[in-house]
Each structure stands twice: as structure tokens, then as C-alpha cells.
């Protein structure tokens, strides 16, 4: 895996222990880009740290049941048991003490256990899912692209939308899945699965089910699967 200036190719490429950052609905995928605008003093004290250091943020969303919390005696959600680890790619400074930052997926990993205290921001132990730093091409050959194609077109109509679909034909079967799972309009449970859909071909499966659901819901009169 190769993000920005550093390569990641084995365990030992990777912190231990991650800074993270709660983000419900929000989607990082390996390869994937996000951007992020940071203004609240713990978060741009987390950045400044991490372009100190390894420039690794693990993006992570609190846990899906928003009443749980971790320790009782502290106002701390719970987080999702999966995340992904991100490098800082790209930094700019506004002027009115903002960052602009963009991040690139390297892997997910998996919440072990939180460090408490001795930061403003929190901090985990992490497991990284090894196997997505070397991605095999054969997975994208396992990708129903024509069914993935047909439910983003069927979306795309029924909200009236248009995509530019000769950058989509030329786009590898990854970076299609990826890209659609990440702009997805999906709730945080939906993301959720998509992030911990265990291979390329089950992510792929994993949208199509969601998108068709959505437009049966939405064509139904039903709630969508919306935030």
C-alpha cells in the first residue's frame, strides 16, 4: 500500500496505538480519499501530533447505539468495533485556525481496547487488517460490476442525478466500489457494514443490497436509509 510519501507492506509498518476520530456516517476506505475541515481544539491538537509523528489518524465511527456508553463515570460514546487507518496526504492552514486535511485509506483495524487519559483526544491499541495492504487484482474480477452498475444507474434516475459514466467505465472494479461505498447518501449502520464487508466482492454485494433497498423504500413511500 502505497499513500502519499511512505509505503506500508507488512505489521510493523503500522502504530500499535492510533489517535481516533468519532465520526458518525463517515466512510474511509483503503485507497479511499477524505477530506476533513478541523476546528475544534482537540482535533487540531490530534493533527498537530500526528504530522509530528507517523501522520496516521484512525477514522472510526462512535458505536451504533448512541446510548451506550463505555465508562460510566465519563460522557465518552462507545466506539464501532472496526475503523480505518488514514495518512495525512495532504495539510493546509486557513488563516481563521482551521485545517483542511485530507486523508488516504491504508487499512482498517480493529478497537482493542481505549488509553485513557493523557491526551485531549483518544487514543486506542489497534489490530490493522493486514490483508488490505497487499490487495490481490483477482478480487476484482470476483466484483458483479454490470449488477453494481445497473443499481447506481437505477439510484442516479430515481433522484433525477447524473454521473460522468467515462470516468466510471474507466475506473477499476476497487475504485468503483470503493468510491460509490464512501459517497454513498447511507446511514452509520450501512457504512458500517460496507467498511466490514470482509472482501471487495462482499462490499460489492453489500451496496448493491443497500441501494436496491433504498429504492424500493423510497419508490414505496417508505423511509429510505438515510441520515
Not at 84 to 101: H, N, P, Q
Not at 169 to 178: I, P
Amino acid at each position: 500500500m502505497h499513500a502519499g510519501n511512505a509505503r506500508y507492506i507488512k505489521r510493523e509498518d503500522l502504530p500499535e496505538t492510533v489517535p481516533v476520530f468519532p465520526l458518525s456516517g463517515a466512510l474511509l476506505l483503503p485507497m479511499g480519499q477524505m477530506p476533513l475541515n478541523i476546528f475544534e481544539p482537540r482535533y487540531l491538537s490530534m493533527f498537530d501530533d500526528a504530522l509530528a509523528g507517523s501522520r496516521l489518524i484512525g477514522m472510526v465511527q462512535p458505536a451504533l447505539c448512541g446510548e451506550e456508553i463505555k465508562d460510566k463515570n465519563s460522557d465518552k460514546p462507545d466506539l464501532c468495533s472496526v475503523g480505518c487507518l488514514g495518512r495525512i496526504t495532504s495539510f493546509a492552514e486557513t488563516g481563521d485556525g482551521r485545517y483542511i486535511v485530507s486523508l488516504t485509506g491504508i487499512c482498517r483495524f480493529r478497537v482493542m481496547d481505549e488509553i485513557q487519559g493523557g491526551r485531549p483526544y483518544r487514543r486506542v491499541h489497534c489490530m490493522p487488517f493486514v490483508s488490505d495492504l497487499s490487495m490481490s487484482d483477482d478480487e476484482d474480477k470476483l466484483v458483479d460490476r454490470k449488477g453494481l452498475l445497473a443499481a447506481f444507474r437505477a439510484y442516479l434516475d430515481a433522484n433525477k442525478l447524473d454521473a460522468d459514466w467515462d470516468s466510471i467505465s474507466h475506473a477499476s472494479n476497487r475504485s468503483l466500489v470503493n468510491s460509490l461505498s464512501m459517497m454513498s447518501p447511507f446511514g452509520p449502520a450501512e457504512k458500517q457494514a460496507l467498511l466490514e464487508a470482509p472482501d471487495l466482492k462482499t462490499r460489492a454485494e453489500t451496496l448493491i443490497a443497500i441501494t436496491e433497498i433504498l429504492l424500493a423504500r423510497t419508490c414505496g413511500g417508505g423511509d429510505p436509509l438515510l441520515q
